[in-house]
């Protein structure tokens, strides 16, 4: 097993830190700044397309892609560390174009699209022309068992029929939004579970989408937004399924796997900015006559941070490597084992450094509040903790029983 960074994914960290602390990091306060001025809380900023610009200059786009006729061609292993540079900032992801949940879409559509729906949808998604949502999780059901999902997708003649609820449906609000994947029901009781639920694309503009609300992150408005969406007799043309029908959960199934390991890659990102921020704000600050990095409890969580990074940063590596070598559905239950691990100790980190921060820490001066109610919605999203605990216990138990 060699974890080791090959050239071309040397040479490409080398030009993301730059384009990170001569583009993203000074543009983090214009960004805010920008929305706050306009009174609208999904503004997209006018300097976030500066920063999508200056990437493509640089050859830093869609960079997650593993087909080479999309992107660099990057392996799992080889993009990890590209996504946890990009994960230091909360604008880094977009700024490439390689933000959720437009990376999990464009994967769909590469794998499942046919060459109209590819032309249609993934061909600007790529050029960041448009943004997309997936439409998954629903109000009424536990939707982290997804064969449970009730939004109806029924057929009448040459057009699909959709009615159903969901919600969380991040970039509904983005001005760039142009199409939705919705995971919905098209099976009856006499099909198997993992049978019933198909995807369709439904262009955002459909009539009867209705945007219910806007759903706060431990109070935060994100600025592409997250939507409770009603769809009430929403019609769209049978050739707007993704595969086929029945395909919902394998389809489903193919785009949390890359979409997991990537989201606990930038995690390794914001921990290790946590990190840096906390060691700076400790050795710059003074309490008592002493600078605060002089306490005991300060440098063990300094320490504790460090090694912390390090164990999380390996299992990951580790997982990328073997998605590259023996494929996703064999690394399964190491997927599961860094969905649990990555949150929870970008969690730590950021409540050290928010503690040594003090008031500034709980606010908007620096990314830690922020990044924490990123990390702490991360344990939830794409599958709940617990989900994943049941797999990695299952796999523990069959192993020891032969």
Known sequence: MRLEPTARSQELQERLLDFMAEKVYPAEAVYREQIVASGDPHLHPPVMEELKAAARERGLWNLFHPAPQYGPGLTTLEYAPLAEIMGRSLIGPEATNCSAPDTGNMEVLTLFADERQRQQWLEP????????????????????????????????????????????????????????????????????????????????????????????????????GHAEIEFIDVRVPVG???????????????????????????SVGMAERALELMCARASARSTYGRAIADNANIRDWIAESRVDIEMLRLMILRTAWLMDTAGNKEARTEIAAIKVAAPRIALRVLDRAIQVHGACGVGDDVPLAAMWAFQRTLRIADGPDEVHKRLLAQRELDRIAG
């Not at 969380?168 to 994947?181: D, E, I, Q, S």
């Not at 595969?243 to 930038?266: S, T, V, Y």
């Open 125 to 224: 998604l790529l050029a960041g022309t448009i943004r997309s949502a997936f439409c998954m999780t629903e109000p009424e059901v536990a939707s982290a068992d997804p064969t449970g999902v009730r939004l109806r997708i029924d057929r009448d003649g040459d057009d699909y029929v959709l009615n159903g609820r969901k919600w969380w449906v991040t970039n509904a609000y983005h001005k760039n939004c142009a199409v939705f994947l919705v995971f919905g029901r098209t099976g009856d009781e006499d099909l198997p579970r993992h049978r019933r639920h198909s995807i369709v694309a439904v262009p955002a503009d459909t009539p009867g989408i209705h945007l219910r609300r806007a759903l706060p992150v431990f109070g935060y408005q994100d600025p592409e």
């Open 240 to 266: 707007n399924i993704i595969g086929a029908e029945g395909d919902g959960f394998l389809i489903g199934q193919a785009r949390l796997g890359p979409g997991r390991i990537h989201h606990c890659m930038r």
